[in-house]
């Protein structure tokens, strides 16, 4: 079946430095492919997505692109705050829209001053 | 996008009870999703709910353990049955909704913590 899989966590890391969480998936069709975040004491939130090969989502300065080739859709961010602490969640859906998706792990990320 | 809540927002319950979780949503719906999120794990689907059919649950999951209503687009139920320790999750309600594009995006509440002693 469908799987994602996440690079794994905690990540911790300095004000303005460099992000990225890796993340590879598994599917049967061609998925669309979704970063969630939740932050402290929130509910889930879609912070970005793609739907089709070679695209790039972007949102708050984070990036992620759709790689077929190598089945994978990373989280970047070039200069993280403080206030992107969070657990940030892979996962694509198999089926036209966001139906029924499947979700990596998560990968607790924590910013420090 | 549509707003969401849920009740009761957390619960502590004793072995053996059955818990309730109500979502409404806004906004009329066609599809409904419920996912549970274990301590420390990700989140996994329980079932989908559509308005006027019965609900469609994931491998794993079975209808008695966790009966599910949707008896209109904009509110449905989760009930945890006979439960155990192994229970205490967040349990969430989710949406789908079409966002103006030709995408529908899916949109979360903010989640049921449910403790089990």
């Known amino acids: 079946g469908d799987s994602v899989t996440q690079m794994e966590g905690p990540v911790t890391l300095s004000e303005e430095a460099f992000l990225t969480i890796n993340c590879t998936y598994t599917?049967?069709?061609?998925?669309?492919l979704f970063w969630y975040v939740q932050y402290p004491g929130e509910g889930l939130q879609l912070l970005l997505k793609?739907?089709?090969?070679?695209d790039k989502g972007s949102n708050k300065g984070f990036e992620a692109t759709y790689r077929k080739e190598t089945t994978s859709f990373h989280l970047e961010k070039g200069s993280v705050q403080v206030s992107d602490s969070a657990v940030y969640f892979c996962?694509?859906?198999?089926?036209?829209?966001?139906?029924?998706?499947?979700f990596g792990q998560g990968t607790r990320l924590t910013i420090n001053p | 996008s549509a707003v969401i809540s849920q009740k009761p927002s957390r619960d502590i319950c004793q072995r053996g009870t059955s818990l309730t979780i109500q979502c409404q949503v806004d906004?009329?719906?066609?599809?409904m999703f419920w996912y549970r999120q274990q301590p420390g794990q990700s989140l996994t689907l329980i079932a989908t709910?559509?308005?006027?059919?019965?609900?469609?649950?994931e491998s794993g999951f079975v209808i008695d353990k966790f009966p599910i209503s949707r008896p209109n687009l904009t509110f449905s139920t989760l009930t945890v049955s006979n439960m155990s320790p192994e229970d205490s999750s967040i349990y969430l309600c989710?949406?789908?909704?079409?966002?103006?594009?030709?995408?529908?995006?899916?949109?979360f509440g903010p989640g049921t913590r449910l403790t089990v002693l």
């Open positions: 989710s949406v789908e909704e079409g966002t103006g594009s030709s995408y529908n995006e899916q949109f």
């Open positions: 599917a049967t069709g061609y998925p669309s």
């Open positions: 793609a739907t089709k090969a070679d």
């Open positions: 996962a694509l859906s198999d089926l036209w829209g966001a139906q029924k998706l499947v």
């Open positions: 906004s009329q719906v066609t599809m």
């Open positions: 709910a559509n308005q006027g059919s019965e609900a469609t649950y």
